[in-house]
């Protein structure tokens, strides 16, 4: 009998689909409709304090209640706590005992940014500044000449906090960080990428206008105080117990002319964040209780008490375990996580830092990554066949849109995400993500597709793993 090579093809070999190929018309626009009310949620959520106010509000729209340690809780309850106003945890609970495990999404929602040193206000030559110390892994020449927005929270000794957002509306002013001429840039322009802007000139233009009165010498850094003294009731000391930043001014925009992808700043990690609250939202009667936690300080290592290396999620749920009256560690020893975080999609415009066939594509849905890590996989907590298995049915049971992607070349790439602090509780814990254009670049770009297949994968992973 002869072979059907064809059909033994289609049996045997493994492709990679790209979604504008193997979707349904009906559902490409789904995944368009669902990155509308995505881009909203970009727009409110610069700052880690702006996504927890903005998924807070999302969530008790949701039916989400504040979580009490003294009540008991039943299937289908859903609670949240919120650790300090930088990371949200959100419970949704199953028919299952607490001990049957837990299945966590895991997104961070701090992004690479300029933030303000602690004495950041200074005049030269007539022109005031707001010096800055960059937060996270970020390119420092993109970051000149761009308009850029100030966001964050000042507390008084009072004890008043005051928000401040200037920058954003279109009637607002915008700030600004200079950059040498091509005329004057032939020193400049030998340097390579990395040294042509340094950290330390990164300073912010705020103001060029002096107090009307040239006895004061520093009129022009006066005159930015005052101004923000007259709206914000705050002095120059105020700045030492603040926390404010400067981020790219701007709204979300759809790329391209058949608008199948999305500029915006600060898509690593909240278009993981996104997509992770839709699921919980949405996912039905589930057997296993899921929970999703928005974290902060991923960009810098997951230290800081609204880190992921803080315990406050793990002590978060040893008292839900408590408080239900199973031990902790049991929960922990059979739960699961995802913890949903950015992979780097291929750019054809750098072949040379990527292996084909072991990166992830922008529209061939959500990447599982199985180890990050560097050079060697250091770093990273590899998850295992088993749990890769699982994973894998989960998705492919509701037809997600998925593939698997390393960062990068062996000898080349690497990174970390929160996976390896949950794998410390001994948790089975698996990277998912979206594909990103330009990570940590102040525009990075996404695919609507590969956002719409994360929420997806995520409601699957809530209702299939049981
Ligand atoms: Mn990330
Ligand atoms: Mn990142």
Known sequence: MKTDYEKLEKELIYKRKNGFRTMAKKEIKEAFAFCEPYKSYLDASKTEREAVKASLALAIKAGFEEWDEKKTYKAGDKVYYVNRGKAIILVKFGKNSLDNGINFSIAHIDSPRLDLKPNPLYESENMAFFDTHYYGGIKKYQWVTLPLALHGTVVKTNGESVDITVGEDEKDPIFYITDLLPHLGADQMKKTLGEGISGESLNVLIGSMPVEDEKISNGVKLRAIQLMNEKYGITEADLMSAELTFV???????????????????????????????????????????????????????????????????????????????????????????????????????????????????????????????????????????????????????????????????????????????????????DVGVPVLSMHAPVEAVSKLDVYSAYKGILAFFEELK
Not at 341 to 367: H, Q, R, T, W
């Open 248 to 430: 790219p001014a701007g709204n979300a925009r759809d790329i391209g002319f058949d608008r199948s992808l999305i500029a915006s700043y600060g898509h690593d990690d909240r278009v993981c964040a996104y997509p992770s609250l839709k699921a919980i939202f949405d996912c039905g009667d589930i057997d296993r209780t899921a929970l999703v936690c928005l974290t902060d300080k991923e960009e810098i290592g997951s230290l800081g008490n609204t880190g992921l290396d803080s315990n406050y999620l793990f002590d978060f749920v040893e008292d839900l375990s408590v408080s239900a009256g199973v031990n902790p560690r049991g929960v922990f020893r059979n739960s699961r996580c995802v913890s949903a975080d950015v992979n780097a999609a291929y750019d054809p415009a750098f072949p040379e830092v990527y292996e084909k066939n072991n990166s992830s594509y922008i529209n061939c849905g959500l990447v599982v990554t199985k180890y990050t890590g560097a050079r060697g996989k250091s770093g990273s907590s590899d998850a295992s066949a088993e749990f890769m298995a699982e994973i894998r049915r989960a998705f492919d049971s509701r037809d997600v849109l998925w593939q698997m992607g390393e960062l990068g070349k062996v000898d080349v790439g690497g990174g970390g995400t929160v996976a390896k602090y949950v794998a410390k509780f001994n948790i089975d814990v698996v």
